[in-house]
């Protein structure tokens, strides 16, 4: 069974500092998709960033990049420069294509990040 | 362009009582998925849809039935809604195919906040 695990529930970073969030997941699978998700105040789900399994390169947009581990299937998010928009909750997703996954994703349980001045 | 609207917002119900959450996506995408998200749990996929006229059960599907009589619309029904089902519900679709890494990409509702008391 796929599984994803994030073992941080929360992490306080300074305006302006870096914070990384890590993601661990379990799979069998060779060719998958990682995501990362926000989720402020409003409940939205926002996507950060995301990740394919067969690519080497690792993902950046603006302030946001993903360390991507295959071997040790390791997927973790890195926010430079903090703001305080940043505050949020983050998911990380990992999502399969096969007969019987029809494209689910399974989420982590979320890291709380909190952002002080 | 609305994406995905989930309707309504916010609902109180007594236990026993049933309803049913709407979620509308205006993007032609052939998957919709019904995920509930509960404290330190993230989202949990309930039921999901691969197209109009099918359904198929996800990871906590018990006490809850879906229909998708229409491709853009995916219903999820409570029929006796019980205190456990307290929860925020996301809706969220996508398009069909895993070939093409911009479409591996799940769009969500607001979500709905339900409370049985």
């Known amino acids: 069974a796929q599984t994803v695990t994030q073992s941080q529930p929360e992490m306080s970073v300074q305006e302006a500092e870096t914070v990384t969030l890590s993601c661990t997941y379990d799979t069998s699978e060779s060719d998958y998709y990682l995501f990362w998700y926000k989720q402020p105040p409003s409940r939205q789900m926002i996507l950060v960033i995301r990740?394919?399994?067969?690519?080497?390169q690792n993902a950046t947009e603006n302030r946001f990049s993903v360390n991507f581990q295959k071997a040790a299937k390791s997927f973790s998010l890195k926010i430079s420069d903090s703001q305080l928009g940043d505050a949020a909750m983050y998911f990380c997703a990992y999502r399969w294509w096969t007969t019987d996954s029809w494209g689910k994703l399974q989420f982590g349980a979320g890291t709380q990040v909190v952002v002080t001045p | 362009n609305a994406g995905v609207t989930q309707t309504p917002k916010f609902r109180v119900l007594k236990t026993g009582q049933s309803m049913t959450l709407l979620c509308a996506q205006d993007?032609?995408?052939?998957?919709m998925y019904w995920y509930r998200q509960d404290p330190g749990m993230g989202l949990r996929l309930i039921h999901y849809?691969?197209?109009?006229?099918?359904?198929a059960k996800g990871e906590v599907p018990d006490g809850y039935n879906v229909s998708r009589l229409k491709k853009q619309n995916f219903l999820l029904g409570l029929e006796s809604a019980a205190p456990s089902q307290t929860s925020v519900y996301f809706c969220?679709?996508?398009?069909?195919?895993?070939?093409?890494?911009?479409?591996?990409?799940?769009?969500f509702g607001a979500g709905t906040r339900l409370s049985v008391l």
């Open positions: 969220a679709s996508s398009y069909m195919t895993a070939l093409e890494p911009i479409r591996n990409i799940q769009y």
């Open positions: 990740q394919e399994a067969y690519k080497q």
């Open positions: 849809s691969v197209g109009e006229g099918t359904t």
């Open positions: 993007m032609n995408h052939e998957y």
